[in-house]
């Protein structure tokens, strides 16, 4: 039987807890956020209906903000989970486009029924789930979807390369979320919560208890993923903002 679609109310709640939750995983998330939302501006600047890829987006809300900023723009926000997906598509509307996808499986890509080169791709707090083979086969493929001058833009948990900077760089973020963190709910929490609400607990089921794919995960430092890049095609590649282990890294085609 079909699923009704799920109320505003319930998407808006649900979002707005997902958001708080994730400020314990991000130092200074909005801020990342404009940050990457202002070099995408900066590149697609002129661009008639730029295409613009937000990677592991969740329900959308960096997509939702790329999609205010340049209102005619084709955002679209990419993530594996269903129930985040429709979240975002009750909560945001039709500003943006939402797909379903595991982002490095085999053609991962097709499902995004891409119709021209991608002037952007963006990603937060995504990328370190891959596997380092994993991600060296998507920065490739990403490049080349991206038009020349297109951007890729990173912000993610990348550690410095020398191992005390790293560890100061740590403590850093773990101090500042410390003095600034207004949330208690974590990611588990905020799952079992939604499992426990009368129109979410359906959701859930139906998605079987592999939702979440596998998770390989990486240890790159912030000198592996510029190599990585540089190897895919991305020769001109660097921080443009950093705070602790935050870095926003920007790669261009």
Do not use: K
């Amino acid at each position: 039987m079909e699923m009704s679609t799920m109320t505003a109310r319930t998407a808006a709640r649900w979002v707005e807890r997902w958001e708080s939750q994730q400020q314990r995983y991000a130092v200074d998330r909005e801020e990342r956020f404009t940050v990457i939302t202002d070099v995408v501006e900066q590149v697609t600047a002129g661009r008639a209906a730029p295409l613009v890829l937000d990677l592991g987006s969740g329900p959308g809300a960096l997509a939702a903000r790329l999609a205010g900023r340049l209102p005619d723009a084709e955002v679209l926000a990419v993530d594996a989970d269903p129930l985040l997906l429709e979240l975002g598509r009750s909560h945001y509307g039709p500003d943006l486009r939402h797909v379903e996808a595991v982002i490095g499986s085999p053609g991962w890509l097709d499902a995004l029924a891409l119709d021209r080169p991608v002037d952007a791709v963006v990603s937060a707090t995504a990328l370190h789930y891959l596997g380092e083979s994993t991600l060296r086969q998507v920065y490739r493929e990403l490049a080349e979807r991206l038009r020349p001058g297109g951007v890729l833009v990173n912000g993610d948990h990348i550690r410095p390369d020398a191992p005390r900077i790293a560890e100061l760089a740590l403590h850093v973020g773990e101090r500042h979320s410390e003095r600034y963190l207004d949330t208690t709910e974590d990611w588990e929490s905020w799952w079992a919560e939604a499992a426990a609400d009368p129109e979410l607990a359906p959701r859930l089921a139906d998605c079987g208890p592999d939702r979440h794919p596998h998770c390989e995960g990486n240890d790159l430092t912030l000198s592996g993923h510029v190599a990585l890049l540089r190897e895919a095609g991305f020769p001109q590649t660097g921080t443009v903002w950093q705070f602790g282990h935050s870095h926003v890294v920007v790669a261009v085609r």
